[in-house]
T-cell receptor
């Protein structure tokens, strides 16, 4: 595609529910990152995928968070049993390969009520 | 652990002024440094990418410099315009084992007409 696409753009969910956030990277980009942007915390790294290598999950804040990338393209970030502190904007970025220019999607604003 | 700091946190200037945004990082072992722009409620737009071997990059009215030895980067905006109003973020891509972007907290720029 022309750019990184994320869906949904906004999501309101009740505390305790599971949510899935989707990222469609630029075609041909092998590296895909998830970041979280919350008030007072800035942008923090969550997880990244590089080609067929095992993902680096070192930034995931708890075991309620997981992500997968199917076929080296689309990625889904899943948050189980959402909590109010999960409310944030979740941003996805893709790179041709890790270490090259990052291109970001528009983000998914998650609100847990 | 890499830490990135941006000063000032907010800046307001009249239209037409030249201005400098500052970014400092604690670990000089970086692969590259990238400047982004973020408009309210939007994702990040890449402005300039400086590789670790480069000293500066230019795009239109923007010029970014990098001094790895002192852990500093600056973004120079010439002849500022109201449309430049946004939050500017710098991010360092570490070359160590933790290969992800570490972001500063941003400088919120307002250009007054």
């Amino acid at each position: 595609g022309a750019g990184v696409s994320q869906s949904p753009s906004n999501k309101v969910t009740e505390k305790g529910k599971d949510v899935e956030l989707r990222c469609d990277p630029i075609s041909g980009h092998t590296a895909l990152y998830w970041y979280r942007q919350s008030l007072g915390q800035g942008l923090e790294f969550l997880i990244y995928f590089q080609g067929n290598s095992a993902p680096d999950k070192s930034g995931l804040p708890s075991d309620r968070f997981s992500a997968e990338r199917t076929g080296g393209s689309v990625s889904t970030l899943t948050i189980q049993r959402t909590q109010q502190e999960d409310s944030a904007v979740y941003l996805c970025a893709s790179h041709v390969v890790r270490g090259t220019e990052a291109f970001f999607g528009q983000g998914t604003r998650l609100t847990v009520v | 652990k890499q830490e990135v700091t941006q000063i000032p946190a907010a800046l307001s200037v009249p239209e037409g002024e030249n201005l400098v945004l500052n970014c400092s990082f604690t670990d000089s072992a970086i692969y590259n440094l990238q400047w982004f722009r973020q408009d309210p409620g939007k994702g990040l737009t890449s402005l300039l990418l400086i590789q670790s071997s480069q000293r500066e990059q230019t795009s239109g009215r923007l010029n970014a410099s990098l001094d790895k030895s002192s852990g500093r980067s600056t973004l120079y905006i010439a002849a500022s315009q109201p449309g430049d109003s946004a939050t500017y973020l710098c991010a360092a891509f570490s070359s160590g084992s933790a290969r992800q972007l570490t972001f500063g907290s941003g400088t919120q720029l307002t250009v007054l007409p």
